[in-house]
């Protein structure tokens, strides 16, 4: 045998599990080496499949029967209870994960947490232990040529691309991979649309580099795009543009793009409205119209903010815009031509009304949405004859008619409207729709944003439970897209606060993909940052929606929620304490075993941050579980987390160097590149980042410095999830599989 084979985790596993006290030796045994080989088999398939081996301890015969995977148990069971369940004493339970007895521990050393296994006791009786062995060849048989079948759910698309856009708004690189790969595979997405989702991707985390080496670039330019895409291709040219730029310093670097946004209406970032401001000073236009234009659409502070824009935009100030004489239709066609919308629009202002003009207006009104065009529009109408113009409106129109008409009224209003009693759900969801569209232009616009709040908080209280849920996720979305366009604007915190009384008071669901949702919303909040009296408002509206989280199954999301709590937490707040405990309480000696081990220590951490004592037994030394220490890392490892929130950062170092009393743990908090992190970055064994409580800049730092060394990333922002990507990482670094 070559001895090399010795190292792997098969054949230590079977040194293990044919060692006392199983009195059943490997050697010399033709029966025992062909059952070894066929659950070796099993082992090794994709994925892999239960197997059966046999025990003899003390004059007793045991069968234990083994899978790799959890999902499996309820399958292996009933096949068990089918093939031998009349032969045998089977309560039908798994062997408990805390057993210390030798063979369990070899069986948990293969498989780790995410396996089991059975332990079947044959009775002592010749004839009936010969039926449990035929029994069981049967059953491995089955198990061969019938694997476990899985169900894979396909999630909705929408589903998808809306986890998407949540994890680009929550900074979480990794798991906007993660999805976008998912999505990139999805045979209901056209190529085009693709394209479109990899390009907000390398947009929204600012990899340029690998933007510009895309190969897809040029198609992207060249086809016909949405919005957003159009937005994110700006955001790349302006950062190739010098910080000082001057008009022909900007045609020069963006010559290869043209016009990508033609209204102001399709700005989707503070670099989107800087790049349509040179682009229509550049084509001549006045800066005076400029400055109105980008103050009316709420833009103009974000383009400001560049210095060289400053100086070449005049002070928004109360000037006139009312056009006056008959323009020059080549001056249309030239603003047409160069796709500036918003000039054309203005040019028509100055025109005679005739039906020669109108489909060029409607097409205006349907590409912009503008309150400019949708109301010149609508003079149009009042001065030309209807027999004139009906047919050209009604050709032109209608396939974007029910868009305008909510373009039309109010933002508010029409969002009451869509929850009005009566309306059927079809119209319901077709405006919520179209909302979510127009969202991020129309709440930009001065007041609009806090006329929203001031419909929505009423309407959350008034509306009947059974719609309650369709508003809370019109809101969330409308949050998160402003939020990605603009960052923290103002009132966007009110928005915030009332999209949590509305969950907390009326959506009694348990739904937990809206409670992350929410809980990223939160972070958001505490993030910016808020008094005392509004985070224990906050506190108590989430302690009254969180009943259908107090379950075990759902202790991840209630530490990570606490522990995002307590690092914002004001020094004068007093009500987090009582939500904590709410929590921490209702773990004891009744439910820790079935408690994750991580959540568990965090938990306790966490008690002892409230004064608290967690009734249940401790380990001796501190030790982690057996089922944690199945790898160990070699003494003096060096293990390095990055994340903004200290506090969690230092709870998971905590455990870790506890339970690997050999590692070296250090924490980075930096929020901009320094040498301590570059350095750490190339020396680590081991380096997890929180990307959900991260700086890019110092991400990207981390990145660059580590070059094709692996990144671990946390699937959150709590200590919690920071352990599990240290033990994942260990696993994938010194273990045999894979988890």
């Not at 009316?296 to 400053?310: I, N």
């Not at 050209?392 to 929850?419: H, M």
């Amino acid at each position: 045998m070559n001895p090399g084979l010795l190292d792997t985790p098969w054949t230590k596993f079977v040194a293990a599990f044919f060692s006392p006290p199983n009195d059943i030796s490997v050697t010399g045994n033709g029966a025992v080496r062909r059952v070894i080989a066929q659950a070796e088999a099993a082992w090794s398939a994709t994925p892999p499949s239960p197997f059966v081996l046999p025990v003899s301890a003390s004059s007793w015969t045991y069968w234990y029967v083994i899978c790799p995977d959890r999902e499996q148990r309820l399958w292996v069971r009933d096949l068990i209870q089918a093939y031998v369940g009349s032969w045998i004493a089977f309560s039908g339970q798994p062997v408990p994960d805390d057993s210390d007895m030798p063979l369990d521990q070899a069986v948990r050393t293969l498989t780790g947490p995410q396996g089991c296994s059975y332990r079947l006791l044959a009775p002592r009786d010749a004839k009936v232990e010969a039926n449990v062995r035929q029994g069981l060849v049967r059953m491995t048989h089955s198990l061969t040529v019938r694997p476990h079948r899985t169900i894979n759910l396909v999630q909705p698309l929408g589903r998808l691309i809306g986890d998407f856009w949540d994890s680009c708004a929550s900074g979480a690189e990794a798991k906007t991979e993660e999805i976008l790969n998912v999505l990139e595979m999805d045979h209901r997405l056209a190529r085009a649309n693709k394209l479109f989702l990899r390009l907000q991707y390398l947009a929204t985390f600012e990899h340029w580099d690998r933007l510009e080496q895309f190969e897809e670039l040029p198609d992207l330019i060249r086809l016909d795009r949405p919005v957003l895409a159009s937005d994110a291709l700006a955001r790349l040219a302006m950062t190739r543009l010098p910080d000082t730029a001057s008009l022909t310093d900007f045609v020069q670097s963006t010559s290869a793009y043209g016009c990508l946004l033609g209204s102001a209406t399709k700005i989707r970032s503070a670099a989107g409205a800087q790049y349509y401001a040179y682009w229509s000073l550049s084509s001549g236009e006045s800066a005076e119209v400029v400055t109105a234009r980008l103050l009316e659409s709420g833009w103009l502070d974000q383009v400001t903010a560049r210095r060289d824009l400053a100086a070449l935009l005049s002070v928004p100030s109360a000037v006139a815009r009312t056009p006056v004489g008959e323009p020059d239709l080549a001056e249309l066609r030239l603003a047409l031509d160069g796709g500036r919308l918003d000039a054309a629009i203005e040019i028509l202002a100055r025109a005679t009304p005739s039906a020669t003009l109108l489909p060029v207006l409607l097409e205006l009104v349907t590409k912009t949405l503008s309150s400019n065009s949708i109301q010149l529009l609508q003079q149009w109408r009042e001065q030309l004859v209807d027999s004139d113009i009906r047919h050209i409106v009604s050709s032109r129109l209608t396939p974007s008619g029910y868009q305008v008409d909510i373009a039309a009224e109010p933002l508010a209003e029409t969002l009451k409207a869509a929850f009005a009693a009566g309306i059927s759900v079809t119209d319901r969801a077709r405006t919520t729709d179209e909302l979510r569209v127009q969202a991020v232009p129309r709440l930009m616009q001065a007041g609009v944003l806090q006329e929203v709040v001031d419909v929505a908080r009423p309407l959350s209280r008034s509306l009947d439970p059974s719609f309650l849920p369709d508003l809370i996720e019109l809101l969330l979305d409308m949050e998160r897209d402003l939020f990605l366009a603009a960052g923290d604007v103002p009132g966007i915190q009110d928005l915030r606060l009332t999209i949590v009384e509305a969950w907390a008071l009326g959506d009694e669901s348990g739904d937990r993909h809206r409670a992350n949702r929410l809980l990223d919303l939160v972070a958001r909040a505490l993030t910016t940052g808020v008094s005392a009296s509004l985070f224990d408002e906050l506190v108590d509206s989430l302690r009254a929606g969180w009943t259908p989280f107090l379950t075990d199954a759902d202790m991840s999301l209630s530490l990570e929620l606490i522990e995002v709590l307590v690092a914002t937490r004001p020094d004068s707040a007093v009500e987090l304490p009582t939500f904590a405990t709410q929590i921490l309480s209702r773990i004891g000696p009744h439910n820790a075993r079935r408690i994750n081990a991580v959540l568990l220590e965090t938990a306790k951490m966490l008690a002892a941050d409230f004064g608290l004592e967690l009734a249940i037994p401790a380990k001796p030394d501190g030790q982690a579980p057996t089922t944690i220490l199945q790898v160990r890392p070699p003494e003096g490892c060096f293990v390095a987390i990055y994340s903004l929130v200290e506090s969690a950062a230092n709870r998971a170092a905590t455990i870790v160097q506890r339970w690997y009393p050999e590692t070296r743990v250090e924490i980075f908090t930096d929020k901009v590149a320094s040498t301590a992190l570059r350095s750490a970055a190339k020396q680590a064994d081991l380096l997890v980042i929180a990307d959900k409580a991260a700086a890019h800049a110092a991400t990207d730092a981390l990145k660059k410095a580590r070059g094709r060394k692996p990144i671990h990333y946390a699937l959150g922002k709590g200590s919690a999830s920071l352990v599990e990507a240290v033990l994942s990482g260990f696993e994938a670094i010194f273990g045999g599989k894979a988890p």
